[in-house]
Each structure stands twice: as C-alpha cells, then as structure tokens.
C-alpha cells in the first residue's frame, strides 16, 4: 500500500484543496495531464457537518459515508474519477475516519442527512453510542489533555470531535465499507486523517481487508489501495510515526521543517534524506506545507508557504529533483482569518495561466508547472555531479536532468558536468517547452557532458534542463 500508481512519465501529487469535483475534472484534462502531474488529492467526499461559517474545517467533521458535499454529489466525483483517470491523473481522497462531528447539538449534514451529536447517533451510517470510545478514554474532559499519553490520545476525543472505536469489528467493517466505494469507483489511494489518533494494530486490519483496485477502472491485478497516514511526528511525543509504517506511508512534517530551518543553507542538502532524521525514502510523502500548517496550525509555523513565493518556487523545485518521498504540492486560496472557507466561484484561469478569484494555484506557477515532467524524466535516476558553493548548489539525476539553485547575491557562473549527453536544452524555469518550442533560455551542453550555466539572482534563481525538453 505504499505505491500511488501512478502511470509511467508522471510525478507529484496536487492537493485540490477545497475544489468542486467538476473543476478538478476540467483542471485533469486542460492542465494536470498535459503537464505530466500524476495525482490530485481530493478534500473529505463523505458528507459532512454544516457549520453557520461554512470554514473549511467543517469538511473534517463527518455525519454519514453519502458522498455528498460542496465539492459536489456522488455522480460528480464518478464523473471527475473517470475523467482523471483517462488521462493518466491519479485521484487520492482524504478520508475522515478518526471520529464523526463535534459534540453537541443536531441537524443535517450536506447531504441532508439527520443526526444527533448529543446521543451520537448517525442513523445513515448506522452509528450509535456503542460505536464511540468514550468508555475507553479516562481523562476527566473526555477530551485529549496530554499528547504524552498515548492511550488517550487514541482513545479520547480530538478537539471535542465524537472518537469513534476502531477496535470493533462493526466500525471497522463500515469504513472497510466506505473505502471499498471510493475505490470502486477508481479512486487509486487515500490521505487518511488524524491516524496519531487510531491504534496502528487496527488501521493494519482495515487497510488490509479493503479490495484490491478495480481492473474495470484500469489498475493491473492484485492492487492494493495507496494508503499514506497522516500523523505529525516531529519528535517528543510517545505516538512516532515509525510506529505505522509497517502499514503504508506516512506523512514526513520533518521534511518542510528542515527545508525551512535550512533554506539559506544549500550546501547542507547532498545527504539530505533519511539521514537527517526523516523516515525512509519509501516510506515517505513530503511536502512544505499542508492545509494546516499554512495556517499556523497542527505542527504549523516555520514552513514555507506561498507567501514566500521566492522559496516556494526554489524548493519545491528541490523536492520534484530529490528522490526522496513521493511529492506533494499544496494548491491553496487566499484567506485572511484561519476560518476562512474557499471563495464562493471556482478558480478562473487567466491568459498567462495563473488563477483568478481567489485560488492561489501553486501548481500552476510557471516555474512549478513545469517540474512534474522535469521530475518524471529524473526517476529511477541517482544524484550526481553534486557541486555546491556556498548558498548556490547543481546536481544532476544521471543523465536525465539536470537542476541548479542560485540562493547568493550574485550571479551564478560555471561551467559544471550535467552528466547529460551533448545538445541545447531548454530551460523550464525561465520559460516553457511547449508544442516542441522552447521560450527559456537555451543551455548548450557540450561532447564532455559540461555546459556554462548561469543563473541569476532574480525571481528565477534556479534552471532546470532534461533530455524531454530541447531547444
Ligand atoms: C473544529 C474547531 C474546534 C472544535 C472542533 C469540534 O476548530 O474548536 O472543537 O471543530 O467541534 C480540522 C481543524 C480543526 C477543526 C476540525 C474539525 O484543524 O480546527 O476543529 O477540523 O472541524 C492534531 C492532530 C492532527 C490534526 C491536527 C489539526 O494530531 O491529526 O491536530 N490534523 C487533521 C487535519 C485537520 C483536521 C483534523 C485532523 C481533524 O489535517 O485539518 O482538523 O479531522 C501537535 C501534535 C499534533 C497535533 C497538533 C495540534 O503538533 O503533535 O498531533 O495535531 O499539535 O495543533
Ligand atoms: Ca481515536
């Protein structure tokens, strides 16, 4: 369960946060496919509680497994499934299985779905009180008090949110269930919630009973759902995240950490991987920043994020050139308060490309658009002709690609070993490869595998070349 499948000449995953299953559907044909991106992780599908606000964290409460929410019904998510799928876009979902709403009051979710949240019933699943862990958590709140104890970590509430017990057979065959839906209907793997808060032992036995993906939606035989775990690791706590990944992968918070606390630093990077504390390339899915975190929350603070963009760009570029962890890019909104929810139109698209109505679109920033295939052409490819000088580092991935970062005030000048065959590659960072013509600059590399570089210090520090892109 820890291979995303994605379809061969593809790399990185987009997390579409908060988009209408429609949208995604159009942004799989128009841009993802055609850039070479590999997947999308799409936000909760499942109907969830309706708060007044409408932020986005209602979306992290569940009332029932109806696909049906603002992203869209259940036909839509088939729709946009399919359509993704087609042409060669992965689709990963975000699955809430921790707990179901906060405590306290009733009402209908999203997909109009009665419940009561004071007697924990969820007639559509069904739940009752017997399928939550309150008998099991002993803190006098009911709530977690103490991250230091991992027993009630598990087994108590997580912010007032209604724990349910992965323990009983009953629960875990309705999330089977629930998983083995999302699946039939194509969806290749799951970012799974909150899983700090779920034994490991129980996790194992659910994700190992799901089916395997479906040879009708095209997947070979013998499939196992993509799992990667969410759980905040960054040392200090008894609950680590070596503790699930004998289960599938795990989020890596330690990546953007130490890209952070690093970032002015490039000649530190030539290791950079599981002996810097990280987990195994294999087990990791990185990134810099999440829906969290972006928001000073859940591990947040000192990441980078699209307010740098300077940063962003630079070291999103170092994660799509590493091989380490399977790459996640986070495509955002603006907002002005923690709350805040997705604009109420979808992302318009402008003549250079960029979004309009308040999507940020990360991923569609030329420089960042461009790395998925850049990434693509380098795997299965080692690290070489690591070259570093001070803040301004090279490498190449065998003779697939090459990529160089200028973080120094000045103008980086060589001439380095791209370990490429001789030829004019375009440069992806300074311009685009499209329709076989190239509007960046051109980088002549030579019989001896060596090529000037030059690299400015300017909103484009960085060039990146591979043998899919010539001039
Ligand atoms: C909302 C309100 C709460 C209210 C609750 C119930 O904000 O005040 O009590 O509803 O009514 C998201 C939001 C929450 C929101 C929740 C439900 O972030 O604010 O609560 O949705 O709507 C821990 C967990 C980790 C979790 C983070 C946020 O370990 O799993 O907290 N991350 C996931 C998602 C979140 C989501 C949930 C889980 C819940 O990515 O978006 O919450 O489904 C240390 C620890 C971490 C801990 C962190 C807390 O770093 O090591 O483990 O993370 O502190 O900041
Ligand atoms: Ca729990």
Redesign the pocket.
Known sequence: QWDPYFESGRAGIVHLFEWHWDTIADECETFLGPNKFAGVQISPPNEN?I?DSR???????PISYVLGTRSGDRAALQNMVDRCNAVGVRIYADI?I??M????GTGTGTAGTYFDANTEDFPAVPYSAADFNDGNCYTSSGGIEN?GDANQ?RNCR????LDLNQGKDYVRGKIIDFMNDLTSLGIAGFRV?????MWPNDLEVIFGSLNDLPTSKGFSGGSRPFIYQ?????G??P?TASQYLSIGRVTEFKYGINLYNNKDKLQYFSNFGESWGMMPDGSALVFLN???NQ?S????GNVITFEDPYNLKIFTAFMMAWPYGVPRVMSSYYFSN??EGPPGTQRSVNADGSCGNGWVCEHRWRQIKNLAAFSAVAAGQSVQNWWANGNQIAFSRGSKAFLAINKERYSLLQYLQTGMPSGDYCDVISGDFENNTCTGQCVTVDGSGYAHINVPNNENPFLAIHVNALC
């Open positions: 509680r708060i932020p986005w964290w209602e979306r992290y409460q809430v921790n707990h709403c906060g405590g306290g991250y970590v997580l912010v007032s949110l919630d909150a899983c700090k808060h969410e759980v905040i690791d960054q200090g706590e609950i999440n829906h969290d928001r929350h859940g591990g947040g923690f709350d």
